[in-house]
């Protein structure tokens, strides 16, 4: 393995994501599920809660917040480092691993002029948070300040319509330099721009809870993802018509709830359900088009050829709808990210709320940097944070886990 370098902190986001993707690319083990990289990263949450409800373990926290970020950093690297042509189809059975990495380089945001063709982790934040808040549209964030608005967005969509409206007219503006990979310190300082007068005020446990809540959402479309993969070659064309009217069912129902609401205006009303009626037609009509001439549209999405005609729907619907998913995943990991940023601030305070890089993400910084290194040579180079290996091997996975089973049912009182 070539010689990689260390994490520190003016690494660009996506050098980190493939270096550390190469670091664990030894690591079979774990290579054939994406649901069991992504068990590692919740099970790290979890540790994480914990040294947040004892107060005292503040230092244990933010290392763990540290392995946290590798982790995920690593989880995208994989799926978007280069390779050749990606055979997610064997034996007409999809392969988890692989169509996630299909579905994930897929070009996103077309339609923003200045939007990097490529994917990558930045990529997704700043589509999500186009340097403002994602749900406000403002930078710094001002969802404090009619907090009420949001929770009842549903229930009383009126006052709420201009902040869509605002992120997306932010995203619009995003000029060239804006969408420029972000650095791992830039990361932080990214998010702090946006939230810097909400993340000083927040408890810790809550933002622990909020970043749990995230990771489980990526878990969801995980799973629906690997469903996808294992489900039989029948089920899914099957089932598509009650999809489709179940689907239809629920559509009428929010639309009677819209033109019946009564605190909202005739126009707001009529360009909310002109917007859903063409979402609605344009998912349908593209159903429709996999459905029933799945050979083409094969062609056509996925540059697929030579998929025999009894075999073509199955798959296509089966692509359609993991397209769907992993465009989802996309916005999750951007979440993800931003909560993760905001538990770093949020576990050591420093009460300042400037500009400058605060306590907790200086600390995640450095085990990012001194942690995750080559211990043996006189150079340092990125390693393991465990085996201080690169590359790391199904060795170091196994030993630690089963050590520690061991270990647990020796030293019980
Ligand atoms: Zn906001
Ligand atoms: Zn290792």
Request: glycine share 4%; hydrophobic share 35%.
């Amino acid at each position: 393995m070539a010689h990689l370098k260390l994490l520190t902190p003016e690494t660009p986001l996506h050098d980190a994501c493939l270096r550390l993707a190469e670091v664990y690319s030894g690591v079979e083990a774990t290579k054939r599920y994406p649901l069991y990289r992504w068990t590692q990263i919740s099970n790290d949450a979890a540790v994480l809660a914990e040294h947040v409800r004892r107060r005292h373990q503040e230092d244990d926290a933010l290392e763990r917040v540290a392995k946290l970020l590798a982790r995920l950093l690593e989880f995208v690297g994989y799926n978007l480092r280069p390779v050749g042509s990606l055979n997610f189809i064997h034996d007409n059975r999809l392969l988890p691993y692989a169509l996630l990495r299909a579905c994930l380089v897929r070009q996103s945001a077309k339609h923003l002029r200045y939007a990097p063709k490529s994917e990558s982790l930045t990529k997704w934040v700043v589509l999500k948070y186009p340097h403002a808040c994602s749900k406000c549209g403002e930078r710094p964030c001002h969802c404090v300040v009619t907090p009420w608005v949001f929770e009842e967005r549903r229930e009383n969509p009126g006052p709420y319509l201009k902040f869509p409206q605002s992120v997306e007219k932010k995203q619009c503006r995003l000029r060239k330099e804006d969408w420029q990979d972000l650095t791992l310190k830039g990361l932080f300082e990214f998010f702090h721009a946006i939230y810097r007068n909400t993340l000083y005020q927040q408890d810790p446990w809550k933002t622990a809870f909020h970043l749990s809540e995230e990771l489980g959402e990526v878990a969801i479309e995980l799973t629906r993802l690997q469903t996808l993969c294992v489900i039989d070659n029948k089920t899914l064309g099957d089932e598509l018509s009650n999809i489709q009217e179940k689907v239809k069912n629920k559509f009428d129902d929010e639309i009677e709830k819209l033109r019946t609401t009564k605190r909202l205006k005739v126009g707001d009303r009529s360009k909310i359900e002109q917007k859903w009626q063409k979402n609605f037609k344009a998912s349908f009509d593209d159903l429709e088009a996999a459905s029933t001439m799945p050979t083409d549209w094969l062609r056509e999405r996925w540059g697929l050829k030579q998929i025999s005609k009894n075999k073509a729907r199955d798959l296509a619907l089966r692509l359609y709808f993991a397209e769907i998913i992993t465009r989802k995943l996309k916005e999750e990991l951007a979440d993800v990210t931003s909560w993760l940023v905001a538990v770093t601030y949020a576990i050591r305070p420093d009460k300042r709320p400037t500009g400058e890089l605060a306590v907790g993400p200086r600390a995640v910084l450095t085990t990012l940097e001194g942690g995750y290194a080559k211990k043996a040579e006189k150079t340092k180079s990125l390693g393991c944070i465990w085996c201080n290996q690169a590359p790391c091997s199904n060795g170091c996975l196994i030993r630690n886990s089963m050590s520690d089973e061991l270990m647990q049912e020796v030293i019980k009182f």
